[in-house]
């Protein structure tokens, strides 16, 4: 039955052996984080079973109530990958600060920066929500790790990936080799390669934003949207409109479909709503290794340094004609194009 499957674990010993100066900590740091996800998906796939949706009655350092899943991904991960040896820090969506290697425990050389839980807000309703992660090399050279190992830009992430729990459970990688995505079968409760070599297209059909923001954009945010709403069946519009509200969800049916992510900056938020270290960074580096592209409307997201561990950035994501296409309303250079507003 599974004659020709290949298994996460299998596949990171087959990546391993391409280069001979790999010592398999860093193997190791992905399979504990695909352990982690195991446990996670276990709980959100019972959720609505065993009581554990609701509020926890508190809140998270962003002032967003918690909800219980929120907590239990957050503890698990930290205490899978906490307790590796592989670690020097971690930081989460989660913690206002750092998060040490538990006291006694040895310090390993890599670090990483993860949202638990994103798209918390659709747990209640069975939308699909993921874990996002990215795994760096530490800066510091002794002790634990600090906000310094943290606090590094997007191009000089090891790995990059993301969990997506739903209809099928999928964790998608890239170490800068190709980004491969695996399906979870829990009956024998391992993860095989279902999409190797990732390639997302270089123009979509599909463009993904919360419109209910459209009156706080910036000119060329709402010339962009609204371009492509007209009807030119030369340049393949009108797009089709796809938004879930769970980033890993849309990004991930974009970078297999074709399309693009956006959340802008606005009048209300000018860095918008998404983190850099855990959100935009790694999806980034998985959009750029599909051949894809990510820019907060000026630059690379890859080359953003953030000055703390969960400052924001706008997000443009995806095909790289579409995220190119975007940048040049952003920026404004392309008065000449005239786009139809609707009023209505
Ligand atoms: P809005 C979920 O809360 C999240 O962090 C991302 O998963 C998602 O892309 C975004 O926020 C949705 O935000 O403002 O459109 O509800």
């Known amino acids: 039955m599974y004659s020709r499957a290949v298994t996460l674990s299998q596949f990171l010993q087959q990546e391993e052996r391409l280069h001979p100066e790999a010592t398999g900590e860093f193997t190791s740091v992905l399979m504990d984080i695909a352990l982690a996800s195991k446990m996670i998906n276990r709980e959100v ?24 899943l929120d ?9 899978v990958l906490g307790s590796t ?3 020097a820090v971690l930081a989460s969506e989660e913690d206002e600060d750092v998060i040490p290697v538990p006291e006694g425990q040895p310090v390993g050389k890599y670090v990483v ?3 638990p839980l994103d798209g918390s807000s659709n747990i209640n309703a069975n939308v699909n929500i993921g874990t996002i992660f990215s795994v760096l090399p530490r800066v510091t050279r002794r002790g634990g790790g600090t906000l310094k190992d943290c606090l590094q830009p997007g191009v000089r992430q ?5 969990v997506m729990y739903g209809s ?17 079968e829990p009956s024998i409760g391992e993860y095989l390669l279902s999409h190797p070599n990732i390639h997302t297209p270089q123009r979509g059909r599909t463009y993904s934003v919360n419109e209910g923001n459209y009156s706080q954009w910036t000119e060329g945010v709402k010339r962009y949207v609204d371009y492509l709403k007209v009807d030119d069946d030369a340049t393949g519009r009108p797009y089709s409109s796809r938004y879930v509200g769970s980033l890993v969800a849309d990004f991930h049916r974009n970078l297999l479909y074709g399309g693009i992510f956006l ?9 918008g709503k998404l983190r850099v270290l855990y959100e935009a960074a790694p999806l980034a580096l998985i959009a750029e290794e599909a051949g894809g592209a990510a820019t907060d409307g000026e630059r690379r997201i890859l080359e953003i340094s953030p000055a703390s561990l969960h400052e924001r950035t706008p997000l443009f994501l995806g095909s790289p004609d579409d995220v190119r296409e975007c940048e040049t309303f952003v920026q404004g250079r392309n008065p000449a194009i005239t786009v139809e507003r609707r009023t209505h």
């Open 113 to 115: 920066n993860f949202d």
């Open 71 to 79: 907590v239990f991904a957050h503890q698990t991960i930290t205490r």
């Open 263 to 271: 959340y802008p900056g606005d009048r209300k938020n000018r860095r």
């Open 168 to 184: 099928s459970t999928m964790l998608v990688y890239t170490t800068g080799h190709g980004v491969h995505g695996f399906t979870f």
């Open 158 to 162: 090891l790995c990059a990936g993301y």
């Open 85 to 87: 040896g592989q670690l």
């Open 45 to 68: 796939v019972r959720a609505g079973l065993v009581d554990v949706l609701g509020f926890t009655g508190t809140e998270n350092v962003h002032g967003e109530k918690v909800q219980k």
